[in-house]
């Protein structure tokens, strides 16, 4: 079946240190890609996709590549703030058509950014 | 402001008790969506719904039960048969194609059993 594996966390960085969160997938079919944000106590929110290989989603100075030679979509960004600390959520999802619009997501991976 | 909005934040429930938590949008979406919050496991998709009077189970549907009478609204009753009900209960929305459409969440409901 689909499925999304990110980096196991905690991470904990430095303000202005470089940020990667690593994710994989396995999908039958092609998956749209996503990234998603969640403050404590809230629910989600996009963070940026990407619906073909090769296309980089990007926003808050955060990016990420669809990779399909290495089924990855791993975010990063130069220079991380206090109030990029969050969960991150790594997601794919399918066409309603090819897979009954099911989405799967990554267990998340929580990011402390430390002044 | 057009939105996703759940009620209640915080819910308290016996054992043996069945309970609705709500979920309106006001985003004119076609698709809507019931997922569970465990720590640690990230999201699992309780039920969904693409079309008004429809509506599919997920990977977790056990115990848990759908309506979907209205285009804006998707209440999730979580029944006496669920066994495990304590979570963080999330609802989303989206267009209708989630290959390509975003997912718009609500702020969540914490559920609680005592």
């Known amino acids: 079946g689909d499925s999304v594996t990110q980096m196991e966390g905690p991470v904990t960085l430095s303000e202005e240190a470089f940020l990667t969160i690593n994710c994989t997938y396995t999908?039958?079919?092609?998956?749209?890609l996503f990234w998603y944000v969640q403050y404590p106590g809230e629910g989600l929110q996009l963070l940026l996709k990407?619906?073909?290989?090769?296309d980089k989603g990007s926003n808050k100075g955060f990016e990420a590549t669809y990779r399909k030679e290495t089924t990855s979509f791993h975010l990063e960004k130069g220079s991380v703030q206090v109030s990029d600390s969050a969960v991150y959520f790594c997601?794919?999802?399918?066409?309603?058509?090819?897979?009954?619009?099911?989405?799967?997501f990554g267990d998340g991976t929580t990011l402390t950014v430390k002044p | 402001d057009g939105g996703i909005t759940q009620s209640p934040k915080y819910l308290f429930r016996k054992e043996g008790q069945n309970v609705t938590l709500s979920c309106e949008q006001n985003?004119?979406?076609?698709?809507m969506y019931w997922y569970r919050q465990d720590p640690g496991q990230g999201l699992r998709l309780i039920y969904y719904?693409?079309?008004?009077?429809?509506?599919q189970k997920g990977d977790i549907a056990e115990g848990y039960s759908v309506s979907r009478e209205k285009k804006e609204s998707f209440p999730l009753t979580v029944t006496s048969a669920q066994k495990n009900p304590t979570a963080f209960y999330l609802c989303?929305?989206?267009?209708?194609?989630?290959?390509?459409?975003?997912?718009?969440f609500g702020p969540g409901t914490r559920l609680t059993v005592l």
């Open positions: 989303a929305s989206s267009i209708a194609d989630p290959r390509t459409d975003t997912q718009y």
């Open positions: 999908a039958t079919g092609y998956p749209s």
């Open positions: 990407a619906t073909k290989a090769d």
């Open positions: 997601a794919l999802s399918l066409t309603f058509r090819t897979n009954a619009g099911k989405s799967t």
């Open positions: 985003l004119n979406h076609d698709a």
């Open positions: 719904s693409q079309i008004v009077n429809d509506f």
